[in-house]
């Protein structure tokens, strides 16, 4: 099992069935503010549609296609963070997160990114982490400026939320800038 030790009050563990009632509840408690950004709360109406999500997850890791954590601050579970995709043919990978909305401004996410980011070039010998953001998402697009990340361009329509498409920003590292 993946678990990962990033400071005192911080760890990332492989996401698990046990845990789809608590990510449950921090997506009811945080539904307003994710929505805005996540295309798949409108989705998730039930502890049931979350086990399913962490089935797909577990899948994913499996078959080495992904990684899904759930990230423990003080021991609780405030969010998730993993690699969406990894592109093993090209050695990339596609890091995505929330975090609950009352967990924001402590620096979690942009240390979980770091280690994430750290685990991709260290342990599985990547070249290259993204991270795309919403245009309008400045919370996330800061995660990645703060990490050094080069501003690589912007996908017009990238993403079909609700009602309206929305563009993205991406954002890359190469093992050679990241590991100097």
Do not use: C
Not at 36 to 54: C, M, N, Q, S, Y
């Amino acid at each position: 099992m993946f678990e990962y030790k990033i400071d005192e009050d911080l760890s990332l563990k492989l996401i698990d069935l046990r845990d789809a009632e608590r990510i449950f509840d921090l997506t009811e408690n945080s539904r307003n503010y994710l929505r805005e950004w996540l295309p798949w709360v409108d989705a998730t109406v039930k502890v049931e549609d979350t086990r399913e999500f962490i089935q797909s997850s577990l899948k994913g890791f499996a078959d080495n296609k992904s990684l899904t954590t759930v990230i423990l601050y003080h021991g609780e579970i405030v969010g998730v963070a993993g690699f969406n995709s990894i592109d093993w043919s090209n050695k990339i990978a596609y890091i995505g997160y929330w975090l609950g909305a009352e967990y924001q401004g402590n620096g979690v996410m942009t240390r979980v990114a770091k280690t994430l980011t750290d685990y991709a070039f260290m342990e599985l010998k990547l070249n290259k982490v993204e991270i795309r953001a919403a245009t309008h998402n400045q919370k996330s697009r800061d995660i990645p400026k703060r990490l050094g990340f080069v501003e690589e361009g912007r996908i017009r329509s990238a993403e079909w939320l609700y009602d309206h498409y929305t563009d993205h920003v991406v954002y890359g590292t190469l093992a050679e800038e990241w590991l100097k």
